[in-house]
């Protein structure tokens, strides 16, 4: 069909031209000598922020319980564990960010369009002294990992924005959809962070290393 025969060669036109800008691009990159990324870092300038490790996520009973089910329990809680307690040996600051609100919601504008607050307000979701706001145990007043795709994917675009050096812990995160987290991890999340272990990511902490910057 000639209709079908055109989208066909206008795609393949497309494909082409995109991959001479890659090709292109690659080659600028090359030849301007980039410096290399640091493989060592210093624990005292370093930090490592955990997001929402609270009983919606952790706890088999919250509502989000499901959408994380098999990274919870594929060991997700206890590589995060020993991940903070060794992160604290070694004097990275670990910073919890943790989600609670007024039994009104009176921080949130349930008129905003964006759908993120209006669906917690109607789930009466994450109210401060209620236990759908209660942190995760092992982490002390808890927080981070959940999920790939919403709140984590959000404070690395965040903090590259504001400059920082960010590196998503993959052994530490759950997604909320799937395939769509497995795919921003191995796709997108390279544009703002470095995806690492658990373990590359103490061996870049590590006291024995000398850090880079």
């Given at each position: 069909?000639?209709?079908?025969?055109?989208?066909?060669?206008?795609?393949s036109a497309?494909?082409?031209?995109?991959?001479?800008?890659?090709?292109?691009?690659?080659?600028?990159?090359?030849?301007?000598?980039?410096?290399?990324?640091?493989?060592?870092?210093?624990?005292?300038?370093?930090?490592?922020?955990?997001?929402?490790?609270?009983?919606?996520?952790?706890?088999?009973?919250?509502?989000?319980?499901?959408?994380?089910?098999?990274?919870?329990?594929?060991?997700?809680?206890?590589?995060?564990?020993?991940?903070?307690?060794?992160?604290?040996?070694?004097?990275?600051?670990?910073?919890?960010?943790?989600?609670?609100?007024?039994?009104?919601?009176?921080?949130?504008?349930?008129?905003?369009?964006?759908?993120?607050?209006?669906?917690?307000?109607?789930?009466?979701?994450?109210?401060?002294?209620?236990?759908?706001?209660?942190?995760?145990?092992?982490?002390?007043?808890?927080?981070?990992?959940?999920?790939?795709?919403?709140?984590?994917?959000?404070?690395?675009?965040?903090?590259?924005?504001?400059?920082?050096?960010?590196?998503?812990?993959?052994?530490?995160?759950?997604?909320?959809?799937q395939p769509?987290?497995?795919?921003?991890?191995?796709?997108?999340?390279?544009?703002?962070?470095?995806?690492?272990?658990?373990?590359?990511?103490?061996?870049?902490?590590?006291?024995?290393?000398?850090?880079?910057?």
């Open positions: 069909m000639p209709y079908v025969s055109k989208i066909r060669s206008t795609s497309v494909v082409m031209v995109l991959l001479a800008t890659l090709l292109c691009i690659a080659t600028i990159a090359q030849a301007q000598k980039l410096p290399p990324l640091e493989t060592h870092l210093n624990p005292s300038e370093t930090a490592l922020i955990l997001v929402d490790f609270q009983y919606p996520f952790t706890n088999p009973a919250g509502d989000s319980y499901g959408a994380v089910k098999n990274e919870i329990e594929g060991g997700m809680l206890d590589r995060t564990v020993k991940l903070v307690k060794k992160a604290r040996e070694l004097g990275v600051w670990v910073i919890h960010v943790t989600e609670g609100y007024t039994s009104d919601y009176r921080e949130l504008d349930p008129t905003n369009p964006g759908g993120f607050h209006r669906f917690g307000i109607l789930g009466q979701a994450f109210k401060t002294g209620t236990p759908k706001a209660a942190s995760y145990p092992p982490l002390d007043i808890a927080v981070a990992g959940f999920t790939t795709d919403v709140c984590d994917y959000a404070t690395v675009t965040n903090g590259y924005d504001l400059g920082y050096h960010v590196y998503a812990l993959k052994d530490s995160m759950a997604g909320y959809t769509l987290s497995e795919m921003m991890l191995n796709s997108v999340y390279s544009l703002w962070s470095k995806v690492l272990s658990n373990d590359d990511f103490i061996a870049m902490v590590s006291a024995d290393k000398k850090a880079s910057r």
